[in-house]
């Protein structure tokens, strides 16, 4: 199995897994108060978002099994890290005009946007 289709599995499950964070928000709002959580919705987009990108790269790895490493590399560390940008704000919303967030931010979604360009390229190339 390709390493693309292996880490979208992952991410999927993850996605999934993070669903209970949302359950527990609904039925139990006083628990991520506990823990620090302020913005309890930034949990629900991370979890929106790690089943997005899991089935992202389900597809990309499916379909191109022989996608050039780089473009593995680029997918894989932007779809991991974009989710997760939503976890820090979730404890504090003002973190988002941090310099250290705003570069992991576009560094991250510069990842994404050239492994999905290149996996298009790539595929159009096929």
């Known amino acids: 199995m390709d390493v693309l289709t292996q880490v979208g599995?992952?991410?999927?499950?993850?996605?999934?897994?993070?669903?209970?964070?949302?359950?527990?928000r609904t039925e139990y709002p006083d628990a991520l108060r506990r823990v620090g959580v302020r913005s309890p919705?930034?949990?629900?987009?991370?979890?929106?978002?790690?089943?997005?990108?899991?089935?992202?790269?389900i597809a990309v790895g499916t379909a191109l099994p022989d996608l050039a490493t780089w473009n593995r590399a680029a997918l894989i560390a932007g779809t991991i890290?974009?989710?997760?940008?939503?976890?820090?704000?979730?404890?504090?919303?003002?973190?988002?005009?941090?310099?250290?967030y705003r570069v992991v931010t576009v560094l991250s979604f510069l990842a994404v946007s050239a492994g999905t360009v290149g996996a298009a390229v790539a595929g159009l190339q096929a």
């Open 9 to 24: 599995l992952c991410l999927l499950a993850l996605g999934a897994l993070l669903g209970w964070l949302v359950v527990l």
């Open 41 to 57: 919705r930034r949990l629900l987009q991370m979890h929106l978002d790690y089943v997005i990108m899991g089935v992202l790269l």
């Open 81 to 100: 890290v974009n989710p997760l940008l939503f976890l820090p704000l979730a404890f504090r919303e003002s973190w988002s005009k941090a310099l250290p």
